[in-house]
């Protein structure tokens, strides 16, 4: 059974820095691109970053571009969102997702697994 579950949430104020966590379980994680969506309160999801499988590709949305770092450790199956600069703006559920393909796409619905998501808040 794939597991994706997420962790490192919480409250943060403007400027402060939070790594959420997505640890993988069921599958290869290894073969697959991984990516992570947010959904801020009454909004739609909306794509932050994604990487492929083998590390070597990353890209973020224009809103978290040089704040926001992806990255992955295949050996723990685990992959992680470094968060700086953080903005009330960044508040909304954070979800990691898994592709079956090992390039990146750009659109949550191209993710086939997903977590349950982890709350972070950003607020003075």
């Known amino acids: 059974e794939v597991q994706l579950v997420e962790s490192g949430g919480g409250l943060v104020q403007p400027g402060g820095s939070l790594r959420l966590s997505c640890a993988a379980s069921?599958?290869?994680?290894?073969?697959?691109?991984m990516t992570w969506v947010r959904q801020a309160p009454g909004k739609g999801l909306e794509w932050v970053s994604a990487i492929n499988s083998g590390s070597d590709s990353t890209s973020y949305a224009d809103s978290v571009k040089g704040r926001f770092t992806i990255s992955r450790d295949n050996a723990k199956n685990t992959l992680y969102l470094q968060m700086n600069s953080l903005k009330p703006e960044d508040t909304a559920v954070y979800y990691c997702?898994?592709?079956?393909?090992?390039?990146?796409?750009?659109?949550?619905?191209?993710?086939?697994?997903w977590g349950q998501g982890t709350q972070v808040t950003v607020s003075s």
């Open positions: 997702a898994a592709d079956e393909n090992s390039f990146i796409r750009y659109t949550p619905n191209d993710y086939q697994h």
């Open positions: 069921g599958f290869t994680f290894s073969g697959y691109a």
